[in-house]
């Protein structure tokens, strides 16, 4: 049997798992992370309308140069006035997108080490049994790759929703009243973009979470093999090592290819149903359109060129949401191995009435101590002793039987399944 046959029928055995319903809990825990800072949340809101108001400025503006400025009648005195708004409304948006992301990116590190830190803390806490059974390429993983995708998460998604409800409520706002039947037609092919964009990310995103899961198994395989390198080449296994590793590369590169199948299905279609509204949008205007080089025609080409500007910049932000919900699909793969870890409950816990002792004598006492690294296999059965302080024994047997067992137990890296271990007369437990 190959080295690498239980990692490539792991890798095989992985399937997409698409929805977002599954994540609703990880993401309130993530949410929990988030209280911690709510100066910075506060911050990011303002600055997300503030964002919005000065992005949606410059086409209601260039609108009024064609109707005011231009004419008929013409009114060159506006112009001046109309361009200092465009100029300051652009810096101003530049600055204002500056110090979100800014703001954005700090809070996000916080979060990041508050996650890394509960992370850390709690491989302090597990017991022996639980490294036996974990690799140490998969824990390091999930602490620097699976956390650098909550990060890219962590890093946008609160000022891309609130950009995409500010600036879509703003536009409407300004649009509707201009011309509800116009207005209409500009958002009706919005769900369109927003269905594929979402499409896109959500068919895309649960084969990535997969390839991450088989770098973080593959990363363990590694290490493993590293640190036994010796004994590979010691019983010729190179090229058994080298296959098994090329196997689970072939499995991870079709499941890239896969995603790069279904990203040049969907990536084109938002474009094309983008170029579709506005034409829709001139077809109905061009029907509507009053007496060439009068104002009311002026004015009608003013708000279409408003129409197809405001729908350009519509697509922005929800392309940029849809991307954040495909973004969180990774991020959830990775919080997800992250609190599983956190979560793992200490095998090795106090009885509820426990408390702290004080080592006085040393008397050591088994009393019909059971343990077993599985529990359906014990290492130890009813074993009884007592060794007196100052005392010394010898502890023989064979390879395997169950000397350094014995060790591990007084200290507590591992719990007894039965029995009691005292130390003064005093349960370890």
């Known amino acids: 049997m190959s ?83 465009i100029f300051l409304a652009g810096i101003g948006y530049a600055i204002s997108n500056f110090v979100l992301i800014f703001v954005h990116g700090v809070m996000s590190q916080y979060i990041v080490r508050d996650i890394r830190t509960d992370y850390y803390s709690s491989l302090q806490g597990k017991s022996f049994s639980f490294y036996d059974s974990r690799g140490v390429g998969d824990l390091t993983s999930r602490a620097t790759v699976d956390l650098q995708l909550v990060d890219s998460f962590l890093r946008t998604w609160l000022g891309t929703v609130l950009n995409a409800v500010f600036t879509t409520v703003i536009i409407i706002a300004i649009i509707l009243p201009i011309s509800p039947i116009m207005t209409l037609i ?56 080298v296959d098994g590793f090329k196997g689970v590369e072939d499995v991870y590169v079709d ?12 990536t084109p279609l938002g474009p094309a149903i983008l170029t579709l509204g506005i034409a829709l949008v001139y077809v109905y205007a061009g029907e509507t359109l009053g007496v060439p080089h009068t104002a009311l025609a002026v004015a009608q080409v003013g708000y279409l060129i408003l129409f197809a500007r405001y729908m350009m910049r519509l697509t922005m932000p929800i392309r940029d949401v849809s991307q954040t919900l495909g973004t969180w699909i990774a991020a959830y793969a990775g919080l997800e191995r992250i609190l599983e870890i956190t979560d793992t409950p200490r095998n090795v816990e106090d009885l509820p009435d426990a408390k702290d002792i004080k080592i006085e004598k040393g008397k050591l006492e088994f009393e019909n101590v059971t343990f077993g690294y599985a529990k359906d296999r014990p290492v130890l059965d009813n074993v009884t002793f007592t060794v007196e302080p100052s005392e010394k024994i010898a502890i023989l047997g064979a390879t395997g039987s169950g000397k350094s067992s014995l060790i591990y137990l007084v200290p507590r890296f591992y719990d007894i399944q039965g029995g009691s271990i005292k130390i003064d007369g005093h349960d370890i437990r």
């Open 186 to 241: 500009s958002m009706a092919t919005m769900p369109l973009i927003f269905y594929f964009t979402t499409r896109l990310w959500t068919e895309t995103m649960p084969l990535f979470k997969n390839m991450q899961l088989i770098i973080g198994r593959l990363g363990s395989y590694i290490q493993q093999d590293i640190i036994g390198m010796k004994t590979v080449r010691i019983f010729r296994q190179e090229d058994d090592v």
């Open 3 to 85: 080295i690498a046959k239980p990692l490539l029928d792991y890798a095989k055995s992985l399937k997409p798992q698409k929805g977002f319903r599954q994540s609703f809990s990880a993401f309130k825990r993530l949410w929990n992370y988030h209280r911690r800072y709510y100066w910075f949340v506060a911050a990011i809101v303002i600055l997300a309308v503030i964002r919005s108001v000065l992005f949606s400025i410059e086409p209601l503006y260039t609108t009024w140069i064609i109707i005011n400025v231009i004419g008929p009648p013409q009114n060159l005195s506006l112009l001046m006035g109309y361009l200092m708004v």
């Open 255 to 266: 499941t890239a290819i896969n995603a790069g199948k279904i990203q040049s299905i969907y």
